[in-house]
């Protein structure tokens, strides 16, 4: 029997909680404190490739509350870099923010500073990669040139893609002693409505559309895998071994049969 909306709903919901790592209950400055230990990190990390600008919002809060010394704000052009361009420019406040042939860190660099207020001498920008391998390379790159070398790193990317930003971090700064303390951004929730899916949003944001979420969360178990077609040491080489739980995996193979189409092809 073919899983009903129900339970489509609750297998989306079982992939993105093991997505979406968080290592802390909130983004503020008193939840990093009680699980580092430290007044502040060295540097927040927020990879810009983003379902809609209005996610750099929390960001910017958290900076204002103390919670880092300094934002690099990482992401050249990619496969989702036209969205960010389309949600900048139908956005109701921030569609002044210039978008042609932009890079995504650049875009939303502008509107930390010119809307957010953050300042520019705290912000770092690495606005050539290419997808999440090139982000980690490359911010390592932006990280060696700025002063002494951040040891405590908060890592921010939007939900699905959390884990992986974080395995291609660790392993492009193995060598680095940096520690990172993960957040996942505004992490939806998908249910069904009589037969049909939808996903809910915890905070007061412009969602993506369902759609591009469903290819996200469904995109991310095979990138994860260490085998020919992943990205761990026996596929690209992107990330260490990911050990994926049976339940995930369990999960992934009842949706891959209703929702084979929506697989994003291997492009970051």
């Known amino acids: 029997m073919k ?21 802390i209950p909130e983004l503020s400055k008193e939840a ?22 209005d996610l750099a919002v929390p960001v910017a ?27 900048f420019r139908h956005h109701p406040i921030y569609h002044a923010v210039p978008t042609d ?21 705290k912000i770092l920008i690495e606005n050539h990669s290419t997808n999440c391998g090139k982000n980690a390379a490359l911010a390592l790159e932006v990280a060696r040139t700025d002063g002494p070398f951040p040891r405590s790193v908060i890592l921010i990317q939007e939900a699905a893609m959390q884990r992986r930003t974080y395995e291609c971090f660790l392993h492009e700064w193995k060598e680095t002693g940096a520690q990172f ?6 992490i939806p929730h998908f249910r069904s409505e009589g037969e049909t899916l939808t996903c809910d949003h915890p905070q007061k944001l412009d969602p993506a559309p369902f759609e591009y979420q469903l290819q996200l969360v469904l995109g991310e178990i095979p990138r994860l895998r260490d085998d020919e077609h992943g990205y761990g040491p026996n596929g690209s080489g992107f990330i260490g071994h990911v050990d994926i739980p049976a339940h995930i995996e369990s999960a992934f193979a009842r949706l891959q049969c209703t929702h084979a189409s929506k697989i994003r092809k291997k492009l970051s």
């Not at 990093?32 to 600008?53: K, M, W, Y």
């Not at 204002?64 to 960010?84: D, F, P, Q, R, Y």
Request: hydrophobic share 40%; net charge negative.
């Open 32 to 53: 990093f404190q009680n699980h580092c230990g430290e007044a502040r990190a060295d540097l927040l990390i927020f990879v810009a490739g983003l379902s809609t600008p």
């Open 61 to 87: 809060e958290a900076w204002w509350s103390g919670i880092a010394k300094k934002i690099m704000v990482v992401g050249g052009k990619g496969h989702s870099t036209e969205n960010l361009r389309s949600g």
């Open 181 to 186: 303390t993960n957040f996942a951004l505004s």
């Open 3 to 23: 899983p009903g909306p129900k339970e489509k709903a609750g297998d989306l919901n079982r992939i993105l909680e093991f997505l979406a790592r968080r290592d």
């Open 101 to 121: 042939d932009r890079a995504e860190a650049d875009m939303v660099a502008d509107l930390m500073i010119h809307h957010l207020n953050v300042p520019a001498d």
